[in-house]
Nanobody, 115 residues
Framework: QVQLVESGGGLVQPGGSMRLSCAAS????????MGWYRQAPGKQRELVAT???????NYADFVKGRFTISRDNAENTVYLQMNSLKPEDTAVYYC?????????WGQGTQVTVSS
């Protein structure tokens, strides 16, 4: 059973930075891709960033230049470095992993950007 555990969320002021972590149970090499999604109150869940097993990355337009997704294969962890945060970045952030037998979600971590 795959488990994804997010951490690193919390309250940050506009313009601040925060790093989210997604720790997987077992090797992340088995996943063809991993990513971060977010869901704000009253809105649909949306893609934020993805990274393939080969390290190729993809970003939503609204985070390009501000967020960076990365992976540490030795630690079985994917990160999302978020800089220049805006109030509209407030949401629950979810980690996602795609394997040959399906997709898996973490439980989510709340990020609140507010002064």
């Amino acid at each position: 059973q795959v488990q994804l555990v997010e951490s690193g969320g919390g309250l940050v002021q506009p313009g601040g930075s925060m790093r989210l972590s997604c720790a997987a149970s077992g090797s992340i090499f088995r996943f063809s891709g991993m990513g971060w999604y977010r869901q704000a109150p009253g809105k649909q869940r949306e893609l934020v960033a993805t990274i393939t097993s080969g390290g190729n990355t993809n970003y939503a337009d609204f985070v390009k230049g501000r967020f960076t997704i990365s992976r540490d294969n030795a630690e079985n962890t994917v990160y999302l470095q978020m800089n220049s945060l805006k109030p509209e970045d407030t949401a629950v952030y979810y980690c996602y992993a795609q394997s040959s037998d399906g997709g898996y979600w973490g439980q989510g971590t709340q990020v609140t950007v507010s002064s």
